[in-house]
């Protein structure tokens, strides 16, 4: 069975290591694991391929930054043939708690311009996907300064355990499903 794994970001040194950016770490976390080699594919996505005993991965990063996210979502769609059961996008969330991860089959965007772009190109927000907390937005920080900052020093270790952790969850939901995927991935860190 075929399965695409969307992780969001922004393309371009800038942003490599920003809050916004942990879509495309965990893809490239992915592609470590798995010993892949990333494919400079066409000017819409960057993606890798692995299979495994139960199927094929595609793994993508989309060119075309965070708002127009949507546009590469239908068209990887289109290209596999894939029901929107066999995505899952992986994106940013700062109304999450730094750390915590939280798996969905459908929901609204929550202000995420990636997710909404999404819905708007793919006319439903029923799609599974996996959001990782960047939160709390400092009350003096704007939305996109705060998404499009880097991570603090102090919070490095935290992003990389949730970076593992995600990359793990996105494995066991292509295995053995949504549900038991979110019964064991959407708790909060210790």
């Not at 922004?10 to 290591?17: D, I, K, L, P, S």
């Not at 730094?98 to 997710?115: A, C, M, T, V, Y």
């Amino acid at each position: 069975m075929l399965s695409l794994v969307l992780g969001l970001g922004n393309t371009g040194e800038r942003y490599q290591a920003s809050r916004h950016n942990l879509g495309f770490r965990v893809v490239e976390k992915l592609i470590e694991k798995y010993r892949l080699k990333l494919q400079l594919g066409t000017d819409q996505f960057d993606w890798a391929e692995k299979i495994t005993g139960s199927g094929k991965i595609i793994l993508a990063m989309p060119k075309t930054y965070m708002n127009r996210s949507g546009i590469v979502a239908r068209a990887l769609l289109q290209q596999y043939d894939l029901d929107l059961n066999r995505l899952i996008v992986l994106v940013d969330d700062f109304n999450l708690r730094l750390g915590q991860i939280r798996i969905r089959g459908s929901g609204s965007d929550g202000g995420h311009k990636g997710l909404a772009s999404i819905v708007q190109e793919v006319g439903t927000q029923d799609f599974p996907r996996l959001r990782m907390g960047i939160g709390p937005r400092p009350e003096n920080t704007g939305k996109t300064e705060f998404v499009l900052g880097d991570f603090e020093p102090h919070e490095k270790e935290t992003v990389e355990e949730m970076i593992a952790t995600a990359s793990e969850a996105v494995v066991h939901y292509i295995e053995h499903g949504l549900e038991e995927a979110m019964s064991l991935y959407n708790r909060d860190p210790a």
